[in-house]
């Protein structure tokens, strides 16, 4: 009896040394995360800017939104413990979590929440990020120290999308801080996993562990649940040359790089010293020609047609970033949940053949038309020559025009141009997504039709309904081919052997609180 | 006599030498080059070079040596008429400066201080900033930019001139400015105008590289070696060929002109060695 | 001598303010808008418009002008549109870095050209001679950018020595910082000590011509003697001259080497500022470039003058 009783005892002794053991063999704290940036931040105040590198290194790490992605990308709360949207749309209120710290201590009340909704939204703060998208709501009000009511003039269907979007990240601050700053934001402060520590112009953002995070909890799913915290200091090195940045990954002066070159992606999966990862994110941006319906040809649908007949995609993607990219002629890309397989058949194919023909109808006699593009994003000026050969197999006369991306920026925004080489920002809902497919755009595309199904998306709360209009606009779109996709673009990323913790979710935007050093 | 001095001088042959080749490559080009500059053929991308492609291909699988061939044309075209036309607006500018003095020539000698008291790059980058891209706007930025170098000769000259004994004979029996200008002032300054504006092409193809380089200059597609340096940057590891090529072409070219305008120098006036 | 110094200071006025003119008129002229620059292509129309008003881009240029230049002479430069930084903070920040790497490559140049200058004088037309002129002539006709691209593809990448890119201050870390500096300013000195080379060779050889040297030579006096008293002060002038002409080399060039190796300097923050159309930055810096240029310039008119006794105070 006594020995059964030893027996049970060493067995439980074993068993726990052994639990003990894998929890050793759990992440370990600390440790430098360093990476690279491919340009230097913009703006401290996420409210006034919807540039990407701010975004992406302030607003996840330092920053937080009130709503934000799941593993499926549905837009879930985060800072917020519950919403309700009234049955009309026009009344979202929402509960705060109780007991969210900002990175000076002070807990975020309804006051904080209310200061950021209005002053994203302020047309009279210079920049504010999401003046358009939230121009709908009439009033923010504070019905509660943990309660807010946002008051809508029409209902905003993809309110929730703004809430979380990473364009113009809409992170909480606090108002106190703000307001005793003439408005200004001296030092971010967020309720993010990591606090701001200095941003030394063109050279590096440092950021360290926010000891009394208290934001989120819970399993991990996608930027939802636990954000660890495992590094002690984040450090991103501006390296705008993709050359230093492989260099300095080798040297061991980074552990990280979120941005490769397309050109050495092949040779660096190859390598057995480094993780490489690439994929499609859902909100790669797209790649595209846009064409001014004012000129003579261009205007003509057969002249379109023969246009998009004309291009094999898939080289065009070869061509443009090495084959690190997914061929498309679909507005929707292949993450959203309106896309399907069958979509892509709807489109366009390679036939230049059928490009002739559709040529023929038209009664072009060869004159050469102008393609817009700059260099400062590469792959706008590598599809146009791979497409220019392309045009000219069907006998397409083009000319290259080239000039600097600012003035590239105001040729596109005033519609001065023929063909316009371009890429758009990828967006997850189906409203910005399409923003070109609006009366307000640039390259005066007048189609009743395709404005009719878009307005009716407007005003749909629906997801399912919504998703059909997608769909459905996309169909007008291959038939009526207002513009032409190419690609969209993956992102990539090289780490280190020794970094762990990340996955595939992690192309869409690295969540940094949950990777750490393996020794 | 000047013929003789200037073919025993090896330095002036040789430069001419170069300058001649080059020449005759420009106009030739499009005849003795292997490939099409222009084509783009991705399945042979950035290859080294072999017997299929002396000096290898480009990202796009361009043939480096038939854009290199092609390029010379627009190096020179860019060179010359370049130094073309600021020499020719600054010998004006600085013969009226020299010529009549007072307020017109101090407010020709400002503005031509002005613009040499920029760096030539930095102003060139300005110019073509503001007047975008293209073959026409460089050959305009850099002739702007020459002016002043070629406009100081020319005053100079009319200076020490002009209150020689002759001149002033030659005025009194009425001869008009123009011709003066022409038959006794112009002779003197041909010397070192014909020097400087050898090296002025030089100088001209290197500003010009230097602004392709950067995204400022002749607009790509074109073959321009700056345009194809830039291009070669972001190969630099890969594709070294890229690089080194178009380099060794500018490099050459430069250094035809060079010896040209240095051994015109020392034929024309030893005592100019500057 | 004091009246010259005055009138050669005042002399650089109008030629300053007319840069200013030239500067702001070229840049306000160039296409492209720094609004959308900041806003990229999720701009829409009105969030433009407002941004405008904002940094006052819609008011009459000549009023914009005016602005810029009553903040001039209280020196202010204004604020980057980009960055809301304020210029003269800016430039501040990044001169050093310029002034770093152009000071290392001239005393590398220097180091190089003027021995070689001295030597290739005294053997003239000899075999050595011919062999530095010969690598003088080679060096001026190559792209400084284009040595810099193979000075990294050798140094950097098959040697694995020297850093490809960026830099550290030699005020923090001078062992470090020299590293960062060893291609860059070999980069820039290259031709710039081929050029001086060539010079300094050339101002020799007059003075070695001259009369009281060869007299000095005939009655006994020792070569060296002679080279370093007499011939060396005498050509020590025109070379002084020179050093205006290298800054503008340097100024020139650092754009594109800073470019290349990534160097956080003001000829970069041109480049980006142009790029981005961030009109206050480049004309801040152009402007501040400018002076420097010209106050060099008199500078060295000026000690040329204090030491070249035969040179007049009435030049014009």
Known sequence: MEKKIWLGFMIVLISAGLMGSTVWAAPKKGGTYRASMATDLTNMDLHKTQAQIDNAVLGMTVYEPLFSYDEKFNVKPLLCESFKMSADGLNLTLNIKKGVKFHNKMEMKAEDVKFCLDRVRDPKFPGAAQLNSLRDVKEVKVTGPYQVQMFLSKPIPNIFYTLATSVGTIGMMPKKVLESHDNKVLKPIGTGPYEFVAWERDTKVILKRFEAYSSADGPVDGYLGKRNRYFDQLIYNVMKEPATRIMALDRGDLDAVPVLPYQQIDDLKKRKDLQVRTGLAPDAPWYLFYVNFNHPYLSQVDFRKAMAYALDRKEITKAAVWGYGTPTFSVIPPMLPAYSPELEKMAPQYDPAKAKEFLQKTGYKGEKIKILTSKNYTPMYDQVLAAQAMWAAVGINTEVEVVDWATHLTRWQKGEHEILSFAMIGRMDPLSQTINLAPTNYYNYKNQETFTIREAMQNTWDPQKQNELFRKLYELTCKEVPYMINFYIHNSIALKPHVKGHENFDLFGGRVWNYYFEK | ???????????????????????????????????????????????????????????????????????????????????????????????????????????????????????????????????????????????????????????????????????????????????????????????????????????AILIEAALSFLGLGVPPPAPSWGNMLADGRNFLIQAPWMTIFPGLAISFTVLGFNTLGDGLRDVLDPKLKQ | MKKYVIRRLVSVIPVLWLVSVLVFGLIHLVPGDPVLVILGTTAEKDQVEAMRHKLGLDRPILVQYGTWVSGLLRGDLGHSII?????????????????????????????????????????????????????????????SFWLALLFILLFSVELKLLPMMGYVSIFTDFWEGLRYLVLPAMSLAFILAALVARMTRSSMLEVLREDYIVTALSKGTPRRFIVFKHALKNAFAPVLTIIGFQIGFLLGGTVVIEDIYSIPGVGRLIFTAITNRDYPVVQGCILMVTIVYVFVNAAVDLAYAYFDPRVSFDKK
Do not use: C
């Open chain 3, 83 to 143: 960055s809301d930084e304020p210029v003269m903070e800016m430039i501040l920040r990044r001169m050093p870095v310029t002034l770093t790497v152009a000071a290392a490559a001239l005393l590398l140049s220097l180091s190089i050209s003027i021995p070689t200058g001295i030597l290739s004088a005294l053997r003239h037309n000899t075999y050595t001679d011919y062999v530095f002129m010969g690598l003088v002539i080679l060096a001026v006709s190559m792209p």
């Open chain 2, 1 to 203: 006599m000047f013929a003789k001095r200037f073919f025993r001088n090896k330095l002036s042959l040789f430069g001419l030498a170069i300058v001649v080749i080059l020449v005759l490559v420009s106009f030739l080009a499009s005849y003795i080059q292997p490939y099409d500059p222009l084509k783009i053929s991705i399945s042979t991308r950035t290859q080294a070079p072999s017997k299929t492609h002396t000096f290898g291909t480009d990202h796009f699988g361009r043939d480096i040596f038939s854009r290199i061939l092609s390029g010379a044309k627009i190096s020179l075209t860019v060179g010359i008429v370049s130094v073309a036309l600021g020499a020719f607006i600054g010998i004006i500018l600085g013969a009226i400066g020299g010529y009549f003095g007072g307020w017109i020539d101090y407010s020709i000698t400002l503005v031509m201080d002005a613009i040499i008291s920029f760096p030539a790059t930095l102003l060139a980058i300005g110019l073509m900033s503001v007047m975008g891209l293209g073959v026409t706007n460089i050959i305009i930025a850099l002739g702007f930019i020459g002016i002043p170098h070629y406009g100081r000769i020319m005053r100079g000259a009319v200076l020490s001139i002009r209150e020689k004994e002759y001149v002033e004979a030659a005025r009194a029996s009425g001869s008009g400015h123009l011709k003066l200008l022409l038959i006794h002032v112009l002779p003197n300054a041909m010397a070192p105008l014909i020097v400087v504006t050898t090296i002025g092409v030089a100088n």
